[in-house]
């Protein structure tokens, strides 16, 4: 084993074994999931648009056509001219807001149907710091809801949201909806889990956040096996949340019921997200994040502007 930079002798200050020795020791400080979410928003980084937002700003954005009330200096004479209607000039909304992102820590999210799948847990932190990956680099400020820390913006807040994530002092939390608490008017909210609990329950949240004028995205994260149950015969299910176990004598007598019910839980949430403005999507963890990651961005995307 080499000696370290410390103690190796004639080791100049900027020698590359220094070097070396301090990126690795950076490098043992970041937790995976921080390391997996920066490669997961590389992917999607270059297939996004940036949340544009009218605004004041000296970044031009788009002409449209004069309306009643417009101000007269909006009026871009130039343009006009080249054309019989009068156009006005907007600009691009240069004052962040702040995105509020979550995920359910509840026991049913450490379900994994195989080895080789992640958990519904560790699928939802990578796309909840993914995300706050893409939208830290949009210049946007983040922060973990229901956590008691104030949105944030750059590096600092990406890295800060991964030490919440990663706290095993806050990693469960037996609640699989979030608490409803004051938050700056015109902010947005994700809401990323199973998103199984009754529809009555879910709706009196996002019903509690967007009344205060908030928009949000639900994103529901589901096993394949829970979409599915591919099982056979006599199986024993155990509860993940303090439920009784139950034993069904014959699992593929009541595969369409299950899928019915799953099915009509999906509906549900897809018509209460249309009912508030918000957007809904599934994703399976057997799947690329990335889909479920661009799809998030672009709901984020069309809500900004």
Known sequence: MPPSPATAPNAPPTSPLRARHRAEALAAT???LLVAAERVAATVAP???GRRRVGLGETFWQFRRYQTGDAPSMIDWRQSAKTQPVYVRENEWEAAQSVWLWRDRSASMDFRSGPELPTKRERADLLLLAAAVLLARGGERVALLNS?????????????LARLLTDPHTAHDPNPLPSVEPLPRHAQIVLIGDLLAPLAEINAVVAGLSGRGLRGHLVQVLDPAEESLPYDGRVAFEGLEGERGLLIPRVDAIRTAYRERLQAQRDGLAALARGTGWSFAAHRTDRPPQTALLGLW???AREAV
């Open 30 to 32: 970041l937790p995976p």
């Open 47 to 49: 297939g996004v648009h």
């Open 148 to 160: 008691g820390v104030r949105p944030d913006h750059g590096k600092m807040a990406v890295d800060r």
């Open 298 to 300: 672009g709901a984020l």
